[in-house]
């Protein structure tokens, strides 16, 4: 069955450090992939997406992605975090759903706390 | 404007009454999807409207409800809530195909006493 995997649940860091978010995915067919992020009482939003060509995507706030098909992951990046930051990152992706019909299959997200 | 708006922000519920959730999108997407999202849990896929096609999820088939009007609104609509219920409920939609952005309203709260 098609599922996405974020095994961090919480993950806390420094104000300036860096991070890297990890999703795995299990699809069978080329994947669409997507990171979204959910700041307090907003909804989610989208800070990138993957379907083709360069493995490496970029997102906004200086946020990156990095696809690997042998390893099935999509893990998020960010070279230096800000306070701002902390919110809840959830990894998604688009399967079909039959016929022209898609869905975003997403993992349980991880909360990222940022520390002065 | 790439908004999808949902009312209530917060709804309370008695077990056994119907609950009806609105979401309404100005982008004229084509399909409209409504997830419940509860904690330490990946948002669910319920349902979906495709045009005016609603597909829903296998295991929440006889649960849920839902109607699409004209393409700007659509509801979730609970017959009989219970308390398994409880949950933050998250509208969505978009256009085109698999690579498509999905853009979500901020949801709502749903508490089943």
């Known amino acids: 069955a098609q599922s996405v995997t974020q095994p961090d649940a919480r993950v806390t860091v420094s104000e300036g450090a860096s991070l890297q978010l990890r999703c795995k995915y299990s699809?069978?067919?080329?994947?669409?992939l997507f990171w979204y992020v959910q700041y307090p009482r907003q909804g989610l939003q989208l800070l990138l997406k993957?379907?083709?060509?360069?493995?490496v995507v970029q997102g906004v706030n200086g946020f990156e992605a990095e696809f690997s098909k042998s390893n099935s992951s999509f893990h998020l990046r960010k070279a230096s975090v800000h306070w701002s930051d902390s919110a809840v990152y959830f990894c998604?992706?688009?399967?079909?759903?039959?016929?022209?019909?898609?869905?975003?299959?997403f993992g349980k997200g991880t909360l990222l706390t940022v520390t002065p | 404007d790439t908004t999808v708006k949902q009312n209530p922000r917060y709804k309370l519920a008695r077990v056994g009454k119907p609950v009806n959730l609105i979401c309404s999108q100005t982008?004229?997407?084509?399909?409209m999807y409504w997830y419940q999202k509860k904690p330490n849990q990946a948002p669910k896929l319920l349902l979906f409207?495709?045009?005016?096609?609603?597909?829903r999820e296998a295991d929440t088939f006889e649960k849920f409800q839902s109607s699409r009007p004209n393409n700007s609104f659509c509801s979730l609509y609970i017959g009989s809530a219970g308390l398994e219920y409880s949950a933050m409920y998250l509208c969505?939609?978009?256009?085109?195909?698999?690579?498509?952005?999905?853009?979500f309203g901020s949801g709502t709260r749903l508490t089943v006493l």
């Open positions: 699809y069978s067919a080329t994947p669409y």
């Open positions: 409207y495709y045009d005016k096609i609603l597909n």
């Open positions: 982008m004229n997407h084509d399909t």
């Open positions: 998604a992706v688009s399967m079909s759903s039959g016929g022209s019909n898609y869905k975003l299959t």
């Open positions: 993957y379907y083709s060509g360069d493995p």
């Open positions: 969505a939609s978009r256009t085109g195909g698999a690579a498509e952005t999905l853009y």
